[in-house]
């Protein structure tokens, strides 16, 4: 209604041109604006010139914009995509991309609450982000989220100064943003570049989406979450990243779920660098082990440098991952400086290819690590150790259990505990390693230690119900670590009656059962149907 322009705002920028393209942001719809130029010589203020009075009317905002590959720009400054986004509602809507390829050179922004943007599915629509300098799409308030992530980082605003940041700067977080079904590339060989960033997101979610990436080291990544909260990864493919997801900062109730990582270049192919619990109403940080823990749960990690490496973190589940050839120096799986209730359980590290394990428990800060419990991991073919538990002068551990895991064929020790740390084992199977079986353990029972070529014992004596005799695997040429059995075994497709049954069953602690109510059985498949 400022037809005239009195008491406006004025903007000014160095452009030596005569046609200009400016972006304006948070216009309202369907609101007409007015607006009016004028051009300087630096060099002499009395050189001007000024336009007369134009005016333009914003469009009405929209809850839904199908995008195809053949549309071009409205604007002349931003991609058919970009200008889709900015179209939405405040309140919110979808932008669902059509089949095709879609080439960008600058990256897409997500600035408002409640958008979901989606393609046709991982094989019908592709971003490809042309520019090796540009990130590819960025959600949130801020350009840079890693910049905005180390200024909070700086400022120590962790568990209550960072729920306490987020309900005092409401205008800083971005909500509810879902990112479904399509591909992305980007071309960055080395640089900080995302596939995906964001920054102070609650309630982020990527699922059924593949991000390629052709880096050449550590550095680029597929996706970059900082101070957030509820991030939900699921279902999604990565190949070719330097790191495939990092959580700067710390971020809170991260599930990470039936992913597949290919190819990773970076020592990390998970740096989960702080992940936290909420209460059950999001209002505080448990440490007693209640309220939302954060899931790293049934992916697969193929090859390359990538390992699952959890960092200055508690209440987190890492479990059901299949971990294959990689050759990471920080393990398979590394949990470090972690300080209570971290569950491994239930994963596959197999051919590992470098030092010093294939499952490595650390400290290396001032941290006490109440607790950590590994269950149920088969872990076969590591070039070095099965797995290693150390510290610092730094660090302290105070307890870590190790039950009911098999550990065979490592060309290390099967368990490595060089510094006598306050370590349980209990119910293992661990055979045929290249050097001891259990190393500088006191707390040991009901484990079968066999053929292990350093010494079944090295700095420690068995426990009571130890035995030291052949499991009988099923088939472990084939990775095949069940065990056999007269009485019949379930092979993946049906029930197989061996013609001889394993020392194993029915051999772990007698106070633990097996779901048919039976003594629990030794290895990675006791206390499992």
């Not at 095709?100 to 490809?128: C, D, K, P, V, Y």
């Not at 009911?404 to 290390?412: F, K, L, Q």
């Amino acid at each position: 209604n400022n037809s005239d322009l009195n008491n406006s705002l004025f903007s000014s920028w160095d452009s030596n041109t005569s046609t200009p393209k400016i972006k304006l942001w948070n216009l309202e719809p369907n609101t007409t604006y007015y607006y009016k130029v004028w051009s300087i010589d630096p060099t002499n203020s009395s050189n001007n010139a000024s336009s007369q009075i134009y005016n333009f009317t914003t469009q009405e905002c929209i809850s839904y914009k199908l995008v195809n590959a053949t549309d071009t720009s409205i604007t002349g400054i931003d991609h058919p995509i970009q200008e889709a986004i900015d179209m939405i509602c405040l309140d919110g809507g979808i932008v669902e991309l059509n089949n095709g390829a879609f080439n960008i050179s600058t990256h897409l922004r997500i600035r408002e609450n409640n958008i979901t943007f989606r393609g046709q599915g991982i094989n019908n629509t592709t971003i490809n982000q042309k520019n090796p300098e540009a990130h590819c799409l960025t959600i949130g308030k801020f350009d840079d989220p890693e910049a905005k992530s180390k200024e909070l980082h700086d400022q120590v605003i962790k568990f209550e100064a960072f729920l306490a940041y987020i309900q005092e700067h409401p205008e800083e977080i971005i909500e509810n943003i879902t990112i479904e079904r399509m591909t992305i590339t980007f071309a960055a060989p080395t640089g900080y570049i995302q596939g995906i960033g964001t920054v102070l997101a609650k309630s982020f979610k990527v699922s059924e989406v593949r991000v390629l990436g052709n880096a050449e080291n550590n550095v680029p990544m597929a996706i970059y979450t900082g101070h957030s909260l509820y991030i939900n990864i699921s279902d999604c493919i990565f190949d070719g990243h330097g790191t495939t997801l990092l959580t700067g900062g710390g971020c809170y109730c991260v599930n990470f779920i039936n992913n597949t990582i290919t190819n990773n270049k970076g020592w990390t192919a998970l740096n989960l660098n702080g992940i936290w619990p909420l209460s059950n109403d999001g209002t505080s940080i448990p440490r007693d082990g209640s309220g939302t823990w954060s899931h790293i749960v049934g992916n697969k990690v193929l090859g390359g440098g990538g390992t699952i490496y959890l960092y200055s973190s508690f209440s987190a589940e890492v479990a059901e991952n299949i971990v294959d050839n990689t050759g990471s120096n920080h393990a398979g799986i590394k949990v470090s400086n972690c300080e209570r209730d971290i569950k491994v359980h239930d994963n596959i590290i197999s051919n590992f290819r470098n030092v010093p394990a294939a499952l490595w428990i650390d400290t290396s800060t001032p941290v006490d690590t109440e607790r950590v419990d590994i269950f149920n991991n088969l872990i076969y073919n590591s070039a070095t150790n099965g797995i290693k538990v150390s510290t610092s002068i730094q660090g302290t551990i105070k307890q870590i259990n190790i039950y009911s895991n098999t550990i065979a064929g490592c060309n290390g020790d099967g368990i490595a505990n060089p510094e006598g740390l306050p370590v349980v084992v209990k119910n293992n199977i661990i055979v045929n390693n290249n050097g001891a079986g259990i190393r500088n353990v006191t707390n040991i029972s009901y484990n079968d230690v066999w053929n292990n070529t350093g010494g079944n014992y090295v700095d420690c004596s068995g426990g009571t119900g130890d035995i030291s005799e052949d499991p009988l695997f099923a088939d472990p040429d084939n990775s095949d670590f069940h065990l056999k059995s007269q009485a019949g075994r379930w092979n993946g497709t049906g029930w197989v009656n061996d013609t001889e049954t394993s020392p194993c069953i029915d051999a772990g602690d007698p106070s633990e059962k097996d779901p048919d109510g039976t003594r629990i059985n030794m290895g990675a498949y006791g206390g499992t149907s």
